[in-house]
Structure formats: structure tokens, C-alpha cells
């Protein structure tokens, strides 16, 4: 069995940086980090978190279908989300609310996929290569990997230039590490060296199994299996997962192959709302997870660098206009044309997709006057 590895972390719980020879090739990544940025860093923690709170308020409310929630993960979210650059592409999982939030989409889209009012997402394109929501459990694995061959095959990178050489980033958590997608999908990255970081977030659970159950090994080992680079950082740092993703989306741009990432953070709610965490996890457990709060402790580096009460205040504000503005617009959110669900399956026309369109369409003719 493993040793247990070595995990990156910059930032102290009391809000320090950590100086020692594992953090120094990181430092300067941190050092570039001008004070705009570490504000937005804890401005979008604490923004997503009174999100995140608000959606679940609704989905109890009868309002979602379904509420998946990022509460405990914010940093490993917030730190790998600002590492990838703007021509990168993202393929999430189906809890990086945050990440698509940072890459410019609107979180009501995501509300409108769980409520069901949207028959897919969104358009990649148009929201910073934010790729769709991924319910199959590790089946984004696969389509990143695909995406990052393209990528090699296009050319598209190790052009010797970083802001358009491009890179994928792929999320996943312990669970789905399980699953024979993942390890198909790094067997390709591997074989292809491909441009791409596989980022897991290890929230310690898979529902109701933990970790230690689905693996004996530390999951930042497996990686190694496949010749790909591997590093366990703090999730709940998240200057430490800023620097670690950034220079590992660099090092597969410029060429080097695929990187692969174990953040260590936990999930502090459910896994969805149809989720009951008190029947499979007991409270001691969540109460020393709850101590090592990702939020609390940069707002104690923020102290230490002099931002004051006034910032803090007024992040917790647009945290409540930005919950008072889902709850006002979740309500106007229309019910889709059931011809919309026709669209987007194929890129091209499809003589099946065009039949069940024709069905539908003479269905619903037949039903005219019939008081339906």
C-alpha cells in the first residue's frame, strides 16, 4: 500500500503562506496574483455559497426537480476555475456551478436544466467554452479527452504561445473515479498526450460510500499507472489550487501531456437534494471538515493583507441580491415548446429526428377539438 502523498498547501489555516521547498515552485504563481484578483477569489466563494443555499431553499420549495450542491468545495472550484485561460475549454461534472459562473454563464441556465425548463444547457461557444452539465456519471471524461485530441491533432497547441495555445480541464469527483470512463478516458490521454488536466475533486463520499471503501490506494497514485504526472493539493486552499492548476494547464499546453490533480476538499451537504448524509456519516466528521472552511480561512489572509469590513460587507450584499434575483427570476422562466425538444440532438438534419418531429407535430393537430 501507498504511503499517503504529500499534499500542496499555500495557505495555512490562519492564513499564511506556507514557505517550504514543496511550495516554492508555486510561490510565484501566487506573487502574479495582484489584490483585484484574490478579492474576486473570495467575492465568488462567498457569492456561489448563498447561491448554492438559496437553489436548495427552492428545490425544498418545489421549485427544482433536483439541487446539486457545491457547499465545502468552493475553493478547489474557485482556484482551478481562474487557472484555466480564456481559449481553454472546461468540461464539468455537475457541481462546478462556480467555474461556469467564472467563465461567464449565466448560473440561471443551470437552474433552468434542473428545473426542467431547458432540454440540454447551453452553447459552449458562447459561455467561455464552458461545456454542458455531465448527469452521466464520469461520461465528461470521455469527451474532454476527445476534445483535447482534437486539439493535438488541430495543432492548436505547444505553438510556443500561452494565450492561444489551448488546454482542457475536466472535473470529476472520487466517486466517478470508480467508473471504467475515467480510466478508458486517461488510457487515451496518455497514449495521445494529450493537452488536458484531470482535476477530481475528493469530497470523501460517492453518495453514501467513502473513500477509503472504493480505494486502498491514495487516488492521486492511480494516475501514475497511466504515466500521467499527478499531484494532491488542499482543496480548501485556494490560492494552492489556483497555483497547481495553472501550472499544470501550462505544462499540457506547451505539449508536456496530460496532468492529473486530487484536490482533498469535502462536501458539506447532500450529494443532491435526494440525498440524506445523516444516515451514512456521523457529525463529528462533518464538524472537523466544517473547521477547515475554505471561506473562512482566505478571508483570514484577506485580513492579513488589510481588506477591511466594508469589502467583506459589501460581498455579503451582492451574495443576497445575487439569491434575492434567483428567487425573482426563477418564477419567470418559461415552459419550453415541446418542439424545442428536437434541436441540437444532431448537427445536421436526421430523417429519425424529423419523423418523431412529424409524429408530434400531427399528435397534437389530432388533439384540436377535442377540449385536450
Not at 314 to 328: F, I, S, Y
Amino acid at each position: 500500500m501507498s504511503q499517503d502523498p504529500a499534499t500542496i498547501q499555500l495557505l495555512s489555516p490562519e492564513g499564511q503562506i506556507v514557505q517550504s521547498d514543496a511550495t516554492a515552485p508555486y510561490l510565484p504563481l501566487i506573487a502574479q496574483l495582484d489584490d483585484q484578483r484574490l478579492l474576486d477569489f473570495h467575492r465568488q466563494m462567498v457569492v456561489i455559497r448563498r447561491f448554492d443555499l438559496e437553489a436548495g431553499n427552492l428545490q425544498r420549495q418545489g421549485q427544482l426537480a433536483l439541487w446539486i450542491p457545491s457547499m465545502g468545495q468552493e475553493a478547489a472550484q474557485v482556484g482551478s476555475g481562474y487557472a484555466a485561460r480564456a481559449q481553454d475549454h472546461v468540461f464539468p461534472s455537475y457541481r462546478e456551478h462556480v467555474v461556469g459562473r467564472i467563465r461567464g454563464l449565466d448560473l440561471l441556465q443551470i437552474i433552468r436544466q434542473l428545473r426542467g425548463n431547458s432540454h440540454g444547457g447551453w452553447d459552449p461557444a458562447a459561455h467561455g467554452n464552458f461545456h454542458l452539465y455531465a448527469i452521466v456519471l464520469s461520461s465528461q471524461t470521455l469527451h474532454a479527452t476527445g476534445y483535447a485530441m482534437g486539439l493535438r491533432f488541430d495543432g492548436v497547441i505547444a505553438t510556443g504561445d500561452p494565450e492561444s495555445d489551448q488546454a482542457v480541464i475536466v472535473y470529476y469527483g472520487d466517486g466517478a473515479s470508480s467508473e471504467g470512463d475515467v480510466h478508458e478516458a486517461m488510457v487515451f490521454a496518455a497514449s495521445y498526450q494529450t493537452p488536458q488536466v484531470f482535476f477530481l475533486q475528493n469530497n470523501q463520499w460517492a453518495i453514501s460510500v467513502p473513500v477509503a471503501r472504493q480505494s486502498r490506494t491514495p487516488l492521486v497514485d492511480r494516475a501514475a499507472g497511466y504515466g500521467i504526472p499527478s499531484v494532491r493539493v488542499d482543496g480548501n486552499d485556494v490560492l494552492a489550487s489556483y497555483a497547481v492548476t495553472r501550472s499544470a494547464l501550462d505544462e499540457a499546453r506547451s505539449g508536456l501531456g496530460p496532468r492529473f490533480i486530487e484536490a482533498m476538499t469535502y462536501r458539506m451537504g447532500a450529494h443532491t437534494s435526494s440525498d440524506d448524509p445523516t444516515k451514512y456519516r456521523e457529525g463529528g466528521e462533518v464538524d472537523d471538515w466544517g473547521g477547515r472552511d475554505p471561506i473562512t480561512r482566505f478571508e483570514k489572509h484577506l485580513r492579513l493583507r488589510g481588506a477591511g469590513d466594508e469589502f467583506f460587507a459589501d460581498v455579503a450584499r451582492e451574495a443576497e441580491d445575487v439569491a434575492a434575483d434567483l428567487r425573482t427570476r426563477i418564477f419567470e422562466l418559461p415552459v419550453p415548446e415541446p418542439e424545442s425538444m428536437f434541436a441540437h440532438v444532431y448537427s445536421e438534419p436526421h430523417p429519425v429526428i424529423e419523423e418523431q418531429r412529424a409524429w408530434l407535430t400531427a399528435y397534437e393537430a389530432s388533439l384540436e377539438g377535442d377540449g385536450q
